[in-house]
Structures are given as structure tokens and as C-alpha cells.
């Protein structure tokens, strides 16, 4: 149902698919197609991915092996799960088997990296998990008050720097050498997220990385980052930048509550190659779902 409500306005703009194969025929296919492409390009999908589905149903409906507007549509829908499913991977967190297991999460400011960090807690420590946060956005002196304040609603413990001049990696190399110690199952490390364009975050991001491979060999199991949902198209540049530098093994998707552009988790996931792990969907702890690619195509089309 979350997802459903998250997906509105996309389903809006995809509404016009169902008027345009209700009236379908052969004779009609180019235009049929050529609008089909425009719904998909104004819900984000991107040129890419709009272009390479319309030409595989053309081939399909030449081919004669789509003979009406229903078994488009479903091989539409298909189309976009296969890709997603692919593409895509394993959707669940792979924390490996040692102890303590590492996930950092990344991202711009405003993401939403700190709130999913705390819903995370929550539903690791629902799972039975003994969980350590990390305070690593060292940069931003809120950033650590907020996570406090999710340690506190999740009730877990948190390492947050001491001192102003402590940095990043040191907080978080420092948090893991505690989980080890004191037999912690997962760390959750939360990370500065300063305009992407600033080359020293994305330094900061891969001292980060080494500090915590250093105490626990194979850590960070999972490096995941935080994408706005209502940003759309424009958070592939930076998903791209940080998967380059840090190497991102999976996706949030936050704000899916408000209004999510649906096509460009399709997109995201292709040009990357990476799954969506997560999706957010509003600011309490339980609003945090694996992401389930089948509830995302039923909730975009009607
Ligand atoms: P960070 O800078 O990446 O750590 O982002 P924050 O976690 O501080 O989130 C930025 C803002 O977005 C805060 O006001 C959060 O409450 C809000 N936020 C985060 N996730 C969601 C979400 O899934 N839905 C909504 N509606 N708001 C969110």
C-alpha cells in the first residue's frame, strides 16, 4: 500500500499507457508507440531505457507475438521487471560471516542518510541483531546530534566523535574496534555527505572505507547509498561519482511518501548495475521496506 500511495504521481503520468493500447491497432502502432515513449520520457524514465523498451515491444508487435493493447502492457511491465531483476540482483543486505558486519551508508546532505540509518536500526535490531551506530558525518555538527537522537528512539548504542578535530575515519575505525570487542553484530556507519562536486567528501569516503577494512578484514560488506526518490533523473550523475570512488554495492530509495519519480529507479538501477536494497517512506522507524521490484511495476501502472 506504501508503495502504491509513493508511486501516485508516476502512475498519473503512466495512465495515459492504458487509453493509448485500449484503443490499439496494428495500423496505429507507430503513433501508439512514439506517445508511449513520451510517457515513459516524462516520468523519468530517461532516453535510454524509454527508447530500447518501445523498440523491443515494436519488434515484438511486428513479430506478431503481441497481438492486443493487454499483452503490451504486459510485456511492458515485464520488460521493466526483467530489467529491474537483471539488472538489479540481490536485493538482500550480504553482511557475510564475520563479526562485527559493516554497512556505511552514503550520499548528499539531505538524502535522508541519517533518518535511513535509524530505521535500519531498527528493523536489523527487530531481526534480533546487535546493533552499533557510528556518528561519521563529522562535518556537519547536527548530523551526530540526529543520529543520538535515532540511537535513542531505536535504543542503541552510538560512537560519536570526541572533540572537534576528530575525523571520520578515526570515528568510525574507532566504533568497529568497539563492535569487535564487545561482540556487536552489525555497524551502521553514517557518513558527511558535502556537495558531491567536492572531491575531498569523496576522499573522506574512501578513508573512511580503508579505516574500516583495516580493523575487520572483507568490511564494509555493504556501502549503500542514499538516493532522493523526488530528485529523479538528476541523481544519476551522482550516483554514478560515488559509485565510481566508493564502489556502492546497493540503493536506497528515500521520500517515496512524497512525490517519487518512479522512472529513474529503473534507470539508476540499469546504468549502475546495482539493486535497490531499500525504500523510505517517511520519517518513522518503521518506514524503511526491502525494496520488492513486483509492488514497484504493479504500483506505476494502473
Ligand atoms: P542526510 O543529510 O542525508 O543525513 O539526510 P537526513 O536523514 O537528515 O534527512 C533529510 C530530511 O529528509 C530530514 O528532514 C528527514 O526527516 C527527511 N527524510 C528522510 N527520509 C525521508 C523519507 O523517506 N520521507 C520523508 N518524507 N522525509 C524523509
Known amino acids: ?20 493500447l485500449l484503443y490499439w ?3 496505429d502502432t507507430d503513433r501508439v508507440l512514439d506517445e508511449l515513449e513520451e510517457a515513459l520520457l516524462v516520468s523519468d ?42 539488472k538489479g540482483g540481490k536485493a ?16 548528499v546532505n539531505g538524502g535522508g542518510k541519517t533518518t535511513s540509518l535509524g530505521k535500519l536500526a531498527w528493523r536489523l535490531k527487530n531481526e534480533g541483531a546487535k546493533v552499533l551506530m557510528a556518528a561519521g558525518d563529522t562535518f556537519r555538527a547536527a548530523a551526530s546530534e540526529q543520529l543520538e537522537v535515532w540511537a535513542e528512539r531505536t535504543d542503541s548504542e552510538i560512537v560519536v566523535a570526541e572533540g572537534d578535530t576528530v575525523k571520520a575515519p578515526s570515528v568510525l575505525s574507532q566504533a568497529v574496534k568497539r563492535a569487535k570487542e564487545e561482540g556487536y553484530d552489525i555497524v551502521l556507519c553514517d557518513t558527511s555527505g558535502r556537495l558531491h ?17 583495516k580493523v575487520v578484514t572483507g568490511a564494509p560488506n555493504e556501502i549503500l547509498l542514499v538516493l532522493d526518490g523526488t530528485t529523479g533523473l538528476n541523481m544519476l550523475p551522482q550516483a554514478r561519482e560515488f559509485n565510481e570512488v566508493v564502489g556502492v554495492t546497493g540503493l536506497i530509495l528515500t521520500k517515496l511518501d512524497g512525490s517519487a519519480r518512479g522512472g529513474c529507479v529503473v534507470s539508476v538501477v540499469d546504468e549502475l548495475g546495482i539493486p535497490v536494497k531499500f525504500v523510505g517512506f517517511g520519517e518513522r522507524v518503521d518506514d524503511l521496506q526491502p525494496f520488492d521490484a513486483v509492488a514497484f511495476v504493479n504500483a506505476i501502472f494502473s
Open 1 to 20: 500500500e506504501k508503495i502504491f500511495n509513493g508511486f501516485s504521481k508516476t502512475r498519473s503520468n503512466l495512465a495515459v499507457v492504458d487509453e493509448l
Open 25 to 27: 491497432n496494428l495500423a
Open 45 to 86: 524514465f530517461g532516453p535510454k531505457i524509454s527508447i530500447k523498451i518501445v523498440d523491443s515491444l515494436r519488434g515484438d508487435i511486428l513479430a506478431g507475438k503481441l497481438k492486443s493493447g493487454n499483452e503490451i502492457k504486459e510485456a511492458l511491465k515485464g520488460s521493466i521487471l526483467n530489467l529491474l531483476k537483471r
Open 197 to 213: 562536486t567536492n572531491y575531498s567528501l569523496m576522499e573522506e569516503l574512501v578513508a573512511c572505507k580503508n579505516a574500516i577494512a
Open 92 to 107: 538482500e543486505l550480504q553482511l557475510g560471516f564475520r563479526k562485527p558486519a559493516v554497512i556505511m551508508v552514503v550520499g
